[in-house]
Each structure stands twice: as structure tokens, then as C-alpha cells.
């Protein structure tokens, strides 16, 4: 073979392997890009599907709890409910219970001279209930006979139950000591006591729970 055609051939095959091979490379380092793009973008999806999940675990894991709270919250305000209720109850029948005959036959005449005292006996006005009216009305003119020689008035108040009332006929200046009015009262002074009572008793068991 000629010297000039082997050369020829020899320089094709060179440059041929050449070139293969730097396609090749080409073609492998763009797989290599490739795959490393694909890998960066799989762990950003799942870098942001683990954040989104801790996320969304840490939202459930607070609703979750101001669900309790506020279910413990509404547990506590209901039972506080209850118990003012059966207090209340309870001061409004004792109270209209208190109201004898006998405690009313004391109380009142100490009452009106109480008040006879500071004022005119022919101004003052006793309301009491039709029943306490027509069942004391003799032993109240026996013993307030003076008052009411003065102008003392006894008389029936439909809308009270159970108690009196006595103040000025006008009505300018009373003192109201039914059995609903005198119950208001001791209710005002022992429902914040019971409040705080049960406040007290929940921050126990907060504590003795930790």
C-alpha cells in the first residue's frame, strides 16, 4: 500500500476516534448536568415538602390545642354557670324562707321607728304583701299605733312575694327589703367569691397536672 494512503487512513481513523470521543464526553456531560439538575430540583421539592408538612403539623398541633383550651374554657364557664344558678337558688329560698310572721313582726316596727327618727312619721309608707297585709294587720296597728295616729301607712303591694318595702309616699326615698331585692344582694357579694373560688381551684388543678 502506498505510504500516502496509509497516512490518509491512519489520519481518518484518528480523527474519528477523535471526534467520537469528544462527542461522547459532550453527550456525558450533559447527562451529568442534567441528572444533577434533576437531583437539585428533587431535593428542593422535597426540602418544601418537609417544611410545608412541618408546617401544616405545627398548625394542627396548635389548633389542636386551643381546641382543648377553649373546650376546658367553656367546661369551667358552664360548671361556674351552674353553680352561681343553684347558689342563687338557694339564697332566693332561704332568703324568702327568713321572712316569717315573726322575723317580719320584729323587723318591720324596728324598721319604721328606725326611719320615724330621721323623718316624719305622717311621710313614711310600709308595702307589704296582700297575704303578710291581712294576716299582721292587727298586731301591726297595736304596736305601731302611735305611728300611725301620725299618718303611718300599711298597705298591700300586689308585686310583692314575699318581704316589705317602706320609704316616703312620694316615693322619693325607699328601702326596698323584699325577698328578690335582699337575694340580689347577698348573690352580688357571694357570686365574685364563688368566681374566684373556682378560678383558684382550676389554677390547682393546672399546676398539680404539670
Excluded at 104 to 116: G, Q, R, S, Y
Excluded at 140 to 149: G, H, Y
Amino acid at each position: 500500500m502506498d505510504v500516502q494512503l496509509q497516512e490518509l487512513i491512519d489520519k481518518i481513523k484518528k480523527d474519528g476516534v477523535a471526534s467520537a470521543e469528544k462527542a461522547a464526553a459532550s453527550i456525558i456531560a450533559e447527562a451529568e448536568k442534567k441528572a444533577a439538575s434533576i437531583v437539585a430540583g428533587a431535593e428542593a421539592q422535597a426540602a418544601e415538602i418537609i417544611k410545608n408538612g412541618n408546617a401544616e403539623t405545627t398548625r394542627m398541633e396548635k389548633a389542636s390545642i386551643d381546641a382543648i383550651r377553649q373546650a376546658a374554657r367553656n367546661i369551667i364557664l358552664t360548671f361556674r354557670d351552674s353553680i352561681t344558678a343553684q347558689l342563687n337558688s338557694i339564697i332566693s329560698v332561704q332568703v324568702s324562707q327568713a321572712y316569717s310572721a315573726e322575723m317580719l313582726k320584729t323587723v318591720i316596727p324596728e324598721t319604721i321607728k328606725a326611719w320615724a327618727a330621721q323623718t316624719n312619721a305622717d311621710d313614711i309608707s310600709v308595702l307589704l304583701p296582700a297575704k303578710d297585709t291581712e294576716a299582721l294587720q292587727d298586731y301591726f296597728v297595736s304596736v305601731l299605733k302611735s305611728e300611725l295616729a301620725k299618718g303611718l301607712e300599711l298597705k298591700a303591694d300586689k308585686t310583692l312575694d314575699v318581704g316589705f318595702r317602706i320609704g316616703s309616699r312620694d316615693g322619693a326615698a325607699y328601702y326596698d327589703f323584699s325577698a328578690e331585692s335582699v337575694a340580689a344582694l347577698f348573690a352580688a357579694y357571694l357570686n365574685p367569691r364563688t368566681a374566684l373560688i373556682m378560678k383558684e381551684a382550676a389554677a390547682s388543678v393546672t399546676e398539680g397536672s404539670v
